[in-house]
């Protein structure tokens, strides 16, 4: 168990990512389509965007940044309005806008500021959430739950954070418990989570105060347990400022680094890997490598363990270094200069 768990943190088990589409287009509600209200609701628009593609602290307080926001119009390929929906407070005027970026335009942009930038591939992350209306915890559930659900939907979207939920089957339910989710112990909750192929785990709670929700938030990931509390809101700011903290945690240790532009990007796609043991061998050489800075695992796919890395020097040199240390060993189908590389695992 206690491997386990070590196993879980360290997010040394294969990786269920997802690669998002729309990052780069959103919707907002703008008072009427007369030009300064236009401009104004793009603005926000691209604001909301940024949000889910930049890393780090105070991101808007870098001059690039800002100057992206104040020219938002000029990276707009397109937007559409069409009526709001009926729980949105409006007057006649007041349409629902969807805005579509540029998103080569914004990233060439984006590379040269002093920010971390995450790209569409991100991995998905498990939510055990417990609900407690009128003193009774129950866990979420989508149909009996629409209001919960709503928000959950809107959060994730707005954040650009693939969430997978538990089944909740017989079994599930027999090994894990609502109280089980909410403890300070966590080794049965993942215990349980490790079949769903993930790396980050969220455990939390919401709570229907009355007039307002409360929420408390667990996220385990990357050897490390965060928690956090939310202000007192509706179940819709709750829920999004949750999966906030979600999303800045996750995105400081996937976000391409100011400092990594100028390193060369490069896709490893490694076979032969039989069992955890060696998929952590795997992981801790490249990390070891001292041409290569990062070493971040995307996913699983078909016999590959997909990685991307970020390397200093010829990759020539690279390759060498990975044939000499007879570790890995290039695959036929593959040759030095392609974008993707194919390695095999040479077990011993």
């Not at 805005?99 to 991995?123: C, H, M, S, Y």
């Not at 890995?328 to 040759?335: G, H, N, R």
């Amino acid at each position: 168990m206690r491997r386990l768990l070590i196993c879980l943190l360290f997010v040394c088990q294969a990786v269920g990512s997802v690669e998002l589409e729309r990052l780069y287009e959103t919707e907002v509600v703008v008072k009427s389509e007369q030009q300064q209200n236009r401009v104004v609701a793009i603005k926000k628009a691209l604001k909301t965007v940024l949000t889910r593609v930049l890393a780090g602290d105070k991101v808007f307080q870098d001059p690039g940044v800002r100057k992206l926001l104040d020219n938002a119009s000029q990276y707009t390929l397109e937007y559409q309005y069409s009526l709001v929906s009926n729980n949105i407070e409006h007057n006649d005027e007041t349409r629902l806008m969807r805005v579509l970026f540029d998103e080569q335009a914004l990233v060439k942009v984006l590379l040269t500021a002093q920010v971390g930038l995450w790209n569409e591939i991100r991995p998905s992350t498990l939510l055990w959430l417990v609900v407690e209306d009128e003193g009774k915890q129950k866990m979420f559930d989508a149909e009996l739950m629409p209001e919960i659900d709503y928000a959950l939907t809107k959060a994730t979207r707005e954040k650009g954070l693939p969430i997978l939920y538990p089944i909740q089957d017989l079994k599930e339910k027999q090994l894990l418990s609502v109280s089980d989710v909410l403890s300070a112990y966590s080794e049965r909750l993942l215990s349980v989570s490790w079949s769903y192929d993930v790396v980050s785990i969220v455990a939390a709670k919401i709570v229907n105060k009355g007039s307002c929700w409360k929420a408390e938030w667990t996220l385990y990931f990357d050897s490390k347990i965060r928690q956090w509390q939310g202000q007192c809101g509706s179940s819709q700011e709750v829920i999004l400022n949750g999966f906030q903290g979600i999303y800045d945690h996750l995105a400081r240790y996937y976000a391409i680094k100011p400092n990594l532009i100028e390193l060369a990007p490069l896709i490893l796609k490694i076979s032969n890997v039989k069992n955890m043991n060696e998929l952590e061998r795997v992981t801790e050489y490249l990390d070891s490598l001292p041409m290569i800075m990062i070493a971040t695992k995307l996913r699983t796919e078909a016999e590959y363990n997909i990685y991307r890395i970020f390397y200093q020097g010829d990759r020539q040199d690279l390759h060498n270094t990975l044939e000499n240390d007879h570790i890995l060993a290039l695959e036929t189908v593959s040759k030095i200069d392609d974008e993707q590389l194919k390695y095999k695992f040479l077990s011993k």
